[in-house]
C-alpha cells in the first residue's frame, strides 16, 4: 500500500499544483484537483465494525522488495492490539477521524 498512498499523494499534489497555475494565469480551473481528490477517497475503505469483537487486531504480513511476491499470505498465529484504538475511536466522532490511513 505504500507505493499506492505514495503515488496519490503525489497525483493529488501535482493536480493542485496544476490548477493553482491555471486559475492564477487566467485560464481558470482544470478540475484536476477535485478529480484527483474523488479519485483517493474512492480507495479510502468504509468504516466497518470489527466482526471478532473486542478491540480490533492485525495479522503480520512479511514485506518483499519484488512486487511479484504479493500478495503476502497474513500470519494468523501472530496477531497484535492495536494499542492506539480505544483513543482515536473516541477523537473527533463515534468512529474515530477521517484519515486517510498511511497519514494517521
Same mark, same amino acid.
Given at each position: 500500500?505504500?507505493?499506492?498512498?505514495? +503515488?496519490?499523494?503525489?497525483? %493529488? *499534489?501535482?493536480?493542485?499544483?496544476?490548477?493553482?497555475? +491555471?486559475?492564477?494565469?487566467?485560464?481558470? $480551473?482544470?478540475?484536476? !484537483?477535485? #478529480?484527483? *481528490? +474523488?479519485? !483517493?477517497?474512492?480507495?479510502? /475503505?468504509? %468504516? &466497518?465494525?470489527?466482526?471478532?469483537?473486542?478491540?480490533?487486531?492485525? &495479522?503480520? +504480513?512479511?514485506?518483499?522488495? %519484488? /512486487?511479484? #511476491?504479493?500478495?503476502?499470505?497474513?500470519?494468523?498465529?501472530?496477531?497484535?492490539?492495536? /494499542? !492506539?484504538?480505544? &483513543?482515536? #475511536?473516541?477523537?473527533? $466522532?463515534?468512529?474515530?477521524?477521517?484519515?486517510?490511513?498511511? !497519514?494517521?
Amino acid at each position: 500500500h505504500l507505493t499506492t498512498s505514495e +503515488a496519490m499523494s503525489y497525483i %493529488v *499534489w501535482i493536480a493542485a499544483m496544476n490548477d493553482y497555475i +491555471a486559475t492564477n494565469n487566467g485560464y481558470g $480551473t482544470t478540475g484536476d !484537483l477535485t #478529480k484527483s *481528490w +474523488a479519485t !483517493l477517497e474512492m480507495m479510502i /475503505p468504509t %468504516v &466497518q465494525d470489527y466482526f471478532w469483537g473486542g478491540e480490533p487486531s492485525a &495479522q503480520y +504480513a512479511d514485506e518483499f522488495e %519484488v /512486487p511479484e #511476491k504479493y500478495p503476502a499470505p497474513g500470519d494468523a498465529n501472530n496477531t497484535a492490539t492495536d /494499542p !492506539l484504538y480505544s &483513543q482515536w #475511536k473516541n477523537y473527533g $466522532t463515534s468512529e474515530g477521524l477521517y484519515l486517510i490511513h498511511w !497519514l494517521a
